[in-house]
């Protein structure tokens, strides 16, 4: 059994797609093992994808993910980190497999509507950034 983090960003968000998100989920073998919605601070954005810091996107990225709330989950099952990485489809939603949460649902790659930890050891220290052992049933 696996935990991953899964985040449905500002533009899924205001699209109103948060159920239609979590479905698939559901739908696919995940447990929802948290979930919440919150408001990203500048500081919580740029210290979550600090391993993005030098790229050129990161401070599109930043202002992006703080530009409205974003619902964060612990997924659990098995294979969970790789079977969401499936489920949301490729970075960019316009090389993203028909069906995918992103081919579905994101405009762009910088609106790409999820994030998905890409690893077990991320999935951890993803999870234990936004979410405390006791909320995590
Ligand atoms: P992911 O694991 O599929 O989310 O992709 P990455 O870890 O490579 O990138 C993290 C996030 O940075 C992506 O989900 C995009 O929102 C953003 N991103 C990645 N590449 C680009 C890019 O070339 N331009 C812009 N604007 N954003 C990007």
Avoid at 9 to 20: L, N, R, S, T, Y
Avoid at 38 to 61: G, M, T
Avoid at 109 to 127: F, P, Q, R
């Amino acid at each position: 059994m696996e935990r991953t983090l899964s985040i449905i960003k500002p533009d899924a968000v205001a699209k109103g797609v948060i159920g239609k998100i979590l479905d698939r989920f559901e739908s696919n073998g995940l447990r929802i093992a948290a979930t919440k919605k919150i408001q990203l601070s500048r500081e919580d954005a740029e210290k979550f994808y600090a391993v993005h810091a030098d790229r050129p996107f990161f401070n599109d990225l930043v202002d992006f993910m703080i530009s409205g709330p974003v619902v964060v989950t612990v997924l659990e099952g098995e294979n969970a980190m790789a079977k969401n990485r499936e489920l949301m489809g490729a970075t960019n939603p316009k090389e993203a497999a028909p069906g995918t949460i992103r081919a579905d649902f994101a405009e762009n790659i910088d609106a790409n509507a999820v994030h998905g930890s890409d690893s077990l050891e991320n999935a951890a220290i993803e999870i234990a950034f936004f979410f405390a052992e006791r909320e995590i049933a």
